[in-house]
């Protein structure tokens, strides 16, 4: 038996990688498949593999992002995701070794810190990763929602204009929200945008008359009874059709029988009142399911923490990798 090599992943082993994937997250192929090869910047050698026999047991994949700063200026990061080893080959120290080799490769690549999610926070920590606590708003469906005049809301789906429409309203609601993602079209089109449609997402959006263009919109999950926000965004001047977006999702959510809600999105005015809109009494809830790694020797994340502080930070949960 050959011993185990750690390399980066060549062409024609994607197929393999999403074997494993489909294995290890319990997912669908046809939505492990779209996530992957539906972000832009993708190449094979991005993904880090382990080799047994043969055989790839294990991946860490990685994909560069641009957020923003507080400044609004450019910052650019990694993700890091699809951290899988075959539970076969589980506990012989695959991942803290492809972790190890893809935080020197983003060095090398001149990345500055990289971020990854999970719900398993303690396999992270001793390989240099810390967590950033996040919050949301949670509590039970609102039960006087606003009406929704004089806003016309309704389902949207990309048409002829694709994801433009969508794309206008996020560039000008995140131009200087700090750690927003920069999306560009193709990256639109190809990953944030089908994101929002995936597991039964719906997109509403509010005009400010019939057959006028989108002013503002909003991505809202049903599930198990919990409606889940997780990304809204608003022309300048048009922020009041936030709260008539959440009314019209609250009305939605009492329909499907749902009695919780779940917003995860900015803590400032105007998402604030879209929030109430939503929720009664909503509450703050922290999560520890961010992680950061400083990439650079001289990289300080005390600068990503103080981001992520100040009113209106956010990183959109579509952005992760």
Known sequence: ?????????????????????????????????????GEPARRPEWTLVAVDDGRIVSTVHRVPRT????????WHIAIVGYVATDPA??????????LR?????????????????????GHYAPHGWRTLPSRHREG????????????????????????????????????????STVREAAYWSGYAGPQLLERDGVILVARAGAGAPPAAYARAQYR????????????AG???ALPALMGAIAREARARRCR??????????????????LLDAPRTARRETVMLRAVAPSFDLSAVEAASALPGAIFWSADDA
């Open 101 to 121: 080799l893809t935080a020197e490769a983003l060095e090398r690549e001149g990345c500055a810190w990289a971020m990854l999610f999970t719900h398993i926070p």
């Open 89 to 98: 080959s589980r506990r012989r120290g695959h991942s803290g070794a492809l």
């Open 224 to 235: 198990d009874g919990v409606v889940a926000v997780t990304e809204c965004g608003a022309l």
């Open 67 to 74: 957020v923003r700063r507080p400044s609004g200026e450019a």
């Open 260 to 277: 919780d809600g779940r917003a995860n999105l900015p803590c400032d005015g105007p998402a604030d009142a879209a929030v109430h809109a």
């Open 1 to 37: 038996m050959s011993p185990v090599t750690y390399r980066p992943m060549r062409a024609g082993e994607e197929e393999e990688a999403l074997d494993l994937w489909e294995r290890c997250y319990e997912v669908s192929r046809r939505y492990v498949s779209s996530r992957y090869r």
């Open 238 to 240: 048009s922020e009041a």
């Open 140 to 179: 039970a469906i609102a039960g006087r929602a606003p009406a929704s005049a004089p806003w016309v809301i309704d389902r949207w789906l990309p048409g002829s204009e694709g994801w433009a429409p969508l794309a206008r309203i996020y560039s000008a609601y995140n131009t200087r929200r700090p750690l």
